[in-house]
């Protein structure tokens, strides 16, 4: 059949229509295609930006130590010492070794609780030991040849009366002869990290038995930690069959808190004491540590200790940390809002003045949260005291909505 005039024009309609329904069904695929993935399409997470920490000022305590030998303070739950004066080198420690002889025989022949432990029997050696130091006006307590007594009982009167011949008699008995418990006592030393102490007999006679100021506070906080040495550091008399009434060479027992822990007298020493004492700073109990070495006398030992105690407690102080509601980091999200990650509760940390603080925030990314959703939080550090503190978000962070979604694809993917 021939082609017409009209068959071009029909077929250019034809065309067109074709082109307007490939169009159309274009538009209906990507319409179809475009509106899920727009509108349904998961948000990217919004990460935090930390905010700057100021930390508290410090400020160096005033304590004020004695003129003569050395001395110094710490505190359990604060790392090292706090303060210090006079030589920092290892000086005689006299009968404070007997601390360092009650905690390594423990360690070989443990107690706890009320056991008091398999008895030991006196010979002929240890009688003879006692004469010896009777003879040097040495501290002892009476002896005989067969004679038994309780483990617990032999390291209470080494450590209240100071009796040589009892330290001599355990650290024989629980280690076979004193070059035995010298060398166990180097290996406990240095177990313990008490590099700047030297032990060569057990009951402290001889003014080789040395130690450092940092020494003393870690071995006070060592004593303190043992239940056993802790109560009979802090018993005042006690009745010893066959010795009778013993009391506590600490005349300082029970004043200002102290509860315990060794004198020390040597002609090298001179008046030395080991201390402990638990006082109130405000609401919270802290056990404050310490050593004083070389005082002339006793009665000028525990004055100067009670000094250095009222001195060291006014050296704490609380600090806040954070606020409730303090901001820690940001979040910004790119359709608009803005929300800060803050401290779900105020807290406060008991600190010795010098003491650094640290803040480390953890803020983790968030897609849509709720208002007081906990995204992380911040842990505050000084010395060795923690506090964690949660982080929750202080807006809601909700859906942008369909009309951004719509406008701002390149976002979304």
Known sequence: MALTSADPARRSVYRRRRVTLASALALLLGIGFYLPFTLLAPLHSVSSQSKAWEAP???????????????????????GVLASAGPQTALPIASITKVVTALVVLSAKPLSGTDVGPNITFG??????FADQLAQDGVVEPVSVGETVPQRTVITVMLMASANNYADSLANWAFGSRDAYVAAAGAWLASHGLAGTTVVDPTGISPANTSTIADLIELARLAVAD????????TTTIEVPGIGTVANRNELLGIDGVNGIKTGTLDESGACLLFSATVAIGATPVTLVGAVLGGPDHPTVDAAVRALLAQAKAGFHEVTLTGTGQSFATYSTAWGDAADAVAAQSTSLLLWQNTPVTAQVRAEPVMLALSGSTVGDVTFTAGEARATVPLVLSRTIADPGAWWRLTNPGRLF
């Open 124 to 129: 002929p050696a240890d009688v003879q030991f």
């Open 227 to 234: 239940p056993i040495v802790t109560q009979i550091a802090a």
């Open 57 to 79: 000022p410090t400020s160096e305590p005033a304590v004020g130590f004695p003129a003569y030998g050395a001395s110094g303070v710490g505190a359990i739950g604060y790392r």
